[in-house]
């Protein structure tokens, strides 16, 4: 099976910096797509940021110039930087891939999410 594994959440400090990242495991599958999450307690979970397989990256107008997201060669795992953190962005994120199977068939995965905590 194909799995989503994110890391490098933790309590910063406002202003500070985290990288997030989101290893894809597994065999017989294409990654098409990767993206980052988040969601706080009581509200919707809203898009971070995303990648396609040709490179192309979206951003929210609010996050964009402060969170970069990028992925290695192996285009196997993708990275979350975020910098100038703010409380507000204290939240859950959450990994996401779209794969196609060696097979063909499609599928949308979800990490199990990472912490991330912006407090004095």
């Known amino acids: 099976q194909v799995q989503l594994v994110e890391s490098g959440g933790g309590l910063v400090q406002p202003g500070g910096s985290l990288r997030l990242s989101c290893a894809a495991s597994?065999?017989?599958?294409?990654?098409?797509?990767m993206g980052w999450y988040r969601q706080a307690p009581g509200k919707l979970r809203e898009l971070v940021a995303n990648i396609v397989r040709g490179g192309s990256t979206y951003y929210p107008a609010t996050l964009k110039g402060r969170f970069t997201i990028s992925r290695d060669s192996a285009q196997n795992t993708v990275y979350l930087q975020m910098n100038s953190l703010k409380p507000e962005d204290t939240a859950v994120y959450y990994c996401?891939?779209?794969?196609?199977?060696?097979?063909?068939?499609?599928?949308?995965?979800w990490g199990q999410g990472t912490q991330v905590t912006v407090s004095s």
């Open positions: 996401s891939a779209d794969i196609i199977t060696t097979g063909g068939v499609k599928h949308n995965l």
């Open positions: 597994g065999n017989d599958f294409t990654i098409t797509t």
